[in-house]
């Protein structure tokens, strides 16, 4: 169905969104003229969703950062796809998180700092993290994080107004309940 309003013509913004069914991806798109006039086009096939960044994006409000080989992070991605959330997913390792971005989801989750960081990784303890952090400031143990996504705890699920670290499914349920 399509209504058109000439005088809001010039604001035509278009769009489209991916959404998983099953194994097979599918997406929608639309294009709006204004003030609610819209077309629609039906769920078409698109192409299904690798570990590349830019096929995996289906929606920037909600962050998961993950290490591929880690079975947690494995566990997790699975349990969020059974939810059927929509997430950007990004290889924490190949595009590790910023000082900027590690400051900002610190802040929000509340969090002690020292849970930011994959204490059982190798080059945690490499690096005899375990007695240097008590002597560093928290902007030097920022910088330190943002330095290599493997000091960082995974996975991460970031959302506008929570910050998961670690994945333990009740948690998670229970703060992405509260969300919907």
């Not at 969020?80 to 190949?94: A, N, P, V």
Request: with cysteine; glycine share 6%.
């Amino acid at each position: 169905m399509l209504k058109r309003n000439q005088e809001h013509e010039q604001r035509n913004v278009a769009g489209c969104c991916v959404r998983s069914f099953g194994k097979e991806m599918r997406k929608k798109e639309w294009t709006f003229w204004g003030k609610g006039d819209m077309i629609e086009s039906g769920w078409e096939s698109a192409t299904p969703l690798h570990h590349n960044r830019l096929t995996t994006k289906r929606r920037t409000d909600m962050l998961f950062l993950q290490y591929p080989p880690c079975s947690t992070c494995q566990k997790a991605k699975k349990w969020l796809d059974e939810q059927g959330l929509s997430y950007t997913d990004r290889h924490i390792k190949l595009e590790n998180p910023s000082y900027e971005e590690l400051k900002s989801w610190y802040t929000l989750s509340g969090l002690p700092l020292k849970k930011f960081f994959n204490t059982s990784g190798l080059l945690y303890k490499s690096l005899n993290l375990k007695e240097k952090l008590p002597d560093m400031s928290e902007e030097e143990q920022l910088r330190l994080l943002a330095s290599d996504g493997m000091l960082v705890k995974r996975p991460l699920f970031v959302g506008t107004d929570f910050v998961l670290v670690g994945f333990r499914e009740a948690e998670w349920k229970g703060m992405l309940s509260l969300q919907k």
